[in-house]
């Protein structure tokens, strides 16, 4: 009995499996159907090239050296009596300030001399003026009698004056010599060695000291080739900034004084002359920047228009990658005129509004479809679904 119920149960059963796989299978198969389109192209990230005006900055580095530089020597002999608290290595003195006395009484005495000489030939001079005068009112009443100049004492006035000239000349030198026993700083300086002591005879002629000109003091920098064309027309007078780098890092205000006019023969480098007025801060009480310091020297350049300002990872060998219109990478040649930093200076190659890839794929090819990040959809992607679509429906 059972066996039979079991035949005639068993092929309903069969039959209602089939039916549930038909139709799972039929709905695994339109889910499928279904299912959208997998979009494969990268995705770049990109900008908008935009052309602005560029104020060029030139950097170069130099070392500071004084203005000048002066090996001191006396001008008269003498035995040194004193000199100055800072006349000493590394001494600051000002300008006209006394750096050391030489002993005058010789020199007091010579212009004593050359006063008392002075008056002596100013007195020959009034007496043979006055003979002349003589002379002359004599020849006055005899008018038809001839008269030389020996008569006249002409030739004596002339040697008189000539006296005088020469007495006043020997006064003008032994004044001198009395006012060069106190030795004067020529400016405001550095002392840099001192070679005298009190009780020293000196020479005269002798070196005694060496200064150096703290007023001003310069930088010469070096102009490399690629940097000279971006020079204004006129270099005179252009603002630079001096920076000290460092622990004590600072920067001072300086001007550009002049062009030395060569070429450098191993370098092929001009050079520029930068100017530091007090440059160890005695009167604008700035930072001290003393003399061998190797600095740091910008100015401004050239005005460039229409730059387009890149950061170098995105230019290889003179190439960057845009997006064109129709979502496809595209290389562009481009010309760059100058690097400041981390950054290519691009003149052409480049249309507003270019859309630059900043991420590129890791094999990027010409005419390769990418997606750009930030768009929602693209019209390979809808055309793509408008066609699965259709298909359904046929």
């Keep these: 009995m059972q066996t039979r119920i079991l035949k005639w149960v068993f092929p309903f059963v069969a039959l209602a499996i089939g039916i549930v796989s038909f139709m ?6 339109e889910e499928s159907a279904e299912k959208k389109p997998v979009d ?78 002075l008056a002596r030939a100013q007195a020959g001079l009034i007496e043979e003026q006055a003979q002349a005068q003589v002379a002359a009112d004599e020849a006055t009443r005899f008018p038809g009698k001839a008269r030389t100049d020996l008569f006249l004492r002409k030739p004596q006035v002339l040697s008189a004056q000539a006296s005088v000239k020469s007495a006043q000349a020997a006064l003008k030198r032994a004044q001198r010599d009395l006012e060069n026993c106190e030795i004067t700083a020529p400016y405001d300086a550095l002392v840099i060695s001192r070679n005298i002591g009190v009780g020293q005879f000196v020479s ?78 005695l009167k604008s009480k700035q930072p001290a920047i003393k003399f061998g310091s190797y600095v740091q020297v910008s100015f401004a350049g050239a005005m460039l228009s229409n730059i387009y300002r890149l950061p170098q990872a995105l230019v290889n060998n003179q190439t960057v990658w845009i997006v064109n219109e129709q979502q496809q990478l595209e290389p562009r040649k481009v010309t760059v005129i100058r690097e400041e930093g981390e950054f290519f200076y691009i003149n052409s190659g480049l249309n507003a509004d270019d859309k630059l890839v ?34 359904q429906q046929l």
């Design 204 to 281: 005269m002629g002798s070196q005694v000291a060496e200064l150096n000109n703290i007023e001003t003091a310069e930088v010469i920098i070096p102009i490399a080739g690629f940097d000279s064309i971006f020079l204004p027309e006129r270099i005179k007078g252009i603002t630079a900034t001096v920076i000290q780098k460092g622990l004590n890092s600072f920067t001072r205000e300086a001007v550009i004084d002049r062009d030395l006019g060569i070429v450098d023969s191993a370098t092929r480098m001009s050079s520029l002359v930068v100017r530091i007025d007090d440059p160890y801060g």
């Design 358 to 391: 900043v991420t590129l794929p890791e094999y990027p090819q010409k005419g390769m479809e990418v997606k750009v990040a930030g768009t929602s959809t693209n019209s390979a992607t809808e055309s793509s679904e408008t066609s699965n679509s259709n298909t």
């Design 24 to 29: 799972g299978i039929n709905a695994i198969a």
């Design 40 to 117: 494969t192209r990268p995705t770049v990230k990109v900008e908008s090239a935009l052309a602005n005006n560029h104020q060029v900055i030139i950097n170069s580095y130099g070392e500071v050296k004084p203005l000048e530089n002066t090996q001191l020597s006396a001008q008269v002999s003498g035995e040194v009596l004193s000199w100055h608290p800072n006349f000493i290595a590394g001494g600051v003195v000002g300008r006209g300030e006394t750096l050391f006395t030489i002993e005058k009484d010789n020199y007091q005495a010579a212009v004593l001399m050359a006063e008392a000489e």
